[in-house]
């Protein structure tokens, strides 16, 4: 059901909590199975409710998570759980806010600065990830970029991104250096297009800002059904949440 990241060998702060969804353990039925926690996918709003509580218990958080309406946008707002936001990030520095982005193959960002004092999470599809909205997620912090530490979360992997010729060029054109992440492939109609490791480009961004301390969650949404949701390999799908808090 959850990933809650806690002993690992990721370096967390004290005081900093996250965790990452499956798709497992919730009470929604197919195509939504079962533990999907969008509000905007079709799925039975009781049912998604109901997950979304399911959910703050089993990680005990200290409040409910601030949900946004995410429209691939670099707008990253400050967590506010008495309202939702259409943004595709969030970033607060209290213990009474939990930021939270969802994916299906997109790239959740969790952030958070060496003293656990301030925490974003931001939702990065190709889009967001080329226009800036990491960069946009860290401008929020008082931190450094070199004070800060990033967690890359289960996304679709560079096997399965498959990206025509336009996407590669819209990230070539703010980074040539960039070429590297994307690797010539043949589809199913000859066509020449482009496996693209959204992973790889996210840490190259972070890198860029000085931001050198990035663990990653490397298992691909694509690849297994069994624990994720993949808009990309199913279309009508749930979604996971990725989760990012101060206990203090």
Known sequence: MMTKIENSSWF???????????????????????????LHVGDDPQKVLANR???EQQLSLPATPAWLEQIHSIDVIDADNS???HADGSYTRRSDQVCVVMTADCLPVLLCDENGTEVAA???????????????AIDKFAHQPTELVAYLGPAIGPGKFEV?????AQFEAK????????????????????????QGLAEFRLALLGVNRVFKDQRCTVSDE????????DGVTGRMASFIWLNR
């Open 53 to 55: 509580q399911l959910i």
């Open 226 to 233: 069994s624990n994720f949701f993949s808009y990309r390999r």
């Open 164 to 168: 025509g010729a336009e996407v590669k």
């Open 122 to 136: 931001v939702h990065a599809g190709w889009r967001g990830l080329c226009d800036g909205i990491i960069e946009a």
């Open 83 to 85: 309202r939702v936001h």
């Open 12 to 38: 967390i702060p004290s005081g900093v909590n996250l965790a990452f969804s499956t798709r497992e353990g919730g009470c929604s039925l197919p195509p939504f199975a079962s533990l999907n926690l969008g």
């Open 175 to 198: 980074h040539p250096q960039v070429a590297r992440f994307f690797t010539p492939h043949t589809d199913a109609n000859g066509q020449v297009k482009f496996l693209a490791d959204i």
